[in-house]
Each structure stands twice: as C-alpha cells, then as structure tokens.
Antibody, heavy 126, light 107 residues
C-alpha cells in the first residue's frame, strides 16, 4: 500500500543541524511531490515547502529560506529535510506528505495532500 | 502572510448534531481552502479541498462552502469518530498558512 515512513526521533543542541528522512513506497515516487509541514507547541501547523519527485525542484516558505534544504534520492525513493542552525522554536513534530499534483515546474498544493508520514519529533535543547 | 482565523476554538456536541466551523482569511483567497481533521498522535487527514470538494473516502456528512475570505466546514449528523481537531489551510499564496484549529469533543 502507499505509505511514507519517516526516520526516528532526534534530540539536538541549539545551533546544530538535523536531517529528517521520508521513505516512500507503494507508488511511483517521481510522479508526485513531497511537502513538509511541522507542528510545534506554540506555532501550530506550519507549511515549510515542497519538492518535486520528478526533478527535485523546490519551493520554500520564506521563513525557512536559507536555513532549510529539501532533497530527494530517487534511487531509494526517499525525501530528506535538513534544518540548520536549530533553535528551541524548531522543537516540533515534522511531517512529510505526498502532493498528488506536480508538473515539471511546480507542485500544486491546491488539491491538498493525500498521504502522510507518521511524523518525526525533533527536540532542540540549549 | 495570510492569516487564517478559525472559530470557535473548541466545541462540544452530541451525536447526530450538526456542527459548523468557520475559517476567515485575512485577504481574498478565492476558493483555495482545504480542511483537515487531526486525531491525537496522528498526522492531519485531508477532508475537503478547493473549499468544497470532498476528498475520496471521506464520509458525505462532511461538507465545505465559501469563497473569498469566509469559509465553513459542516459536519451533519456528528458521529463518535468525528472527535479531533479541525484545521483550515489556505493554498492561494506562499506560505500556505493554517488556522489554529477547532477542537471537537463529543458529549
């Protein structure tokens, strides 16, 4: 069946970096996009960006530009999210989700996302 | 950024009641509005996209309406499994912001 399986919980110090992985199975990875959403205790749900499984094209929320990198590995059907210069405000559950409608230039969030990963808890301590 | 304001923040209703949740955008977003349901410890689940289109597999008691700045999610004949937190999300403009959520409790 279609599923996204994320990597395990992480505990990091302020200023460090973290990489969260999202392995897809049950569908043709390159036909869809992946978006990343996080849920923190204060900020609630925050959309971070998307990456096309077709060509790796990305779009980030401006808030995360320069501090976040989304990549894909089509040999393992895995998407990765790297967050650098971690702060306590980055403590959150990070979710990946499948975007059904992507072209060669853009992933369309208008029709929502249809499959989610189970979430990865990232805790940042000072 | 577009701000999404949901009301109420929580509600308690009985089985078979009709429940209405509203979401207001800080600027015109056309029909670019999605609704999600989230249960504790789980990721959100898409209910409705493009303001009024029911996602495949979602029961027909869920419906959405609205355009511009004002949107509504209606649950007709509330069922015990409908407890959880409901979120709206605008997909008109980056960043695609969410509301703070409406927690639905079954009496």
């Amino acid at each position: 069946q279609v599923q996204l399986v994320q990597s395990g919980a992480e505990v990091k110090k302020s200023g460090a970096s973290v990489i969260v992985s999202c392995e897809a199975s049950g569908y043709i990875f390159t036909n869809y996009g992946i978006t990343w959403v996080r849920q923190g205790p204060r900020q609630g749900l925050e959309w971070m960006g998307w990456i096309s499984g077709y060509n790796g094209k990305t779009e980030y929320a401006q808030k995360f530009q320069g501090r976040v990198t989304m990549t894909i590995d089509t040999s393992t059907n895995t998407a990765h999210l790297e967050v650098r210069s971690l702060k306590s405000d980055d403590t959150a559950v990070y979710y990946c989700a499948r975007v059904p409608h992507c072209s060669s230039t853009k992933c369309y969030m208008e029709n929502g996302v249809d499959v989610w990963g189970q979430g990865t808890t990232v805790t940042v301590s000072s | 950024d577009i701000q999404m304001t949901q009301s109420p923040s929580s509600l308690s209703a009985s089985v078979r009641d009709t429940v209405t949740i509203t979401c207001r955008a800080s600027q015109n977003i056309g029909g670019y509005l999605n609704w999600y349901q989230q249960k504790p410890g789980k990721p959100p689940n898409l209910l409705i996209y493009a303001a009024s289109t029911l996602q495949t597999g979602v029961p027909a008691r869920f419906s959405g309406s609205g355009s511009g700045t004002d949107f509504t999610l209606t649950i007709s004949s509330l069922q015990p499994e409908d407890f959880g937190t409901y979120f709206c999300q605008q997909t008109d403009r980056n960043p695609y912001t969410f509301g703070r959520g409406t927690k639905v409790e079954i009496k």
